[in-house]
């Protein structure tokens, strides 16, 4: 008799053990989810530094754009410059020739 209650008592144990076996399998589940939960986010992520890193570069190209275009309008000014002394030095030696 006592014999047989402690087989049952065996078998409540194993199936008590199997129980832990399926749950911690399913926390392994969950766990690989989560992992490729975050694996996902950070491809997500890493499009999104691409993308940044994509605009910064347009940003580069735009301001060296601009650059070129103030050192042309510098230019220019400088050539207005020196035709302008040019001018009033003309004007002044007409002036000279007058008095």
Known sequence: M??????????????????????????????QHDVQQKHHEVQQQQHDVQQQQHDVQQQQHDVQQQKHEVQQLEHEMQHHEVQQQQQRHEVQQQQQEVQ
């Open 2 to 31: 006592q014999q047989q209650e402690h087989g049952v008592q065996q078998q409540k144990h194993e199936v008590q053990q199997q129980h832990d076996v399926q749950r911690q399998q399913h926390e392994v589940q969950q766990q």
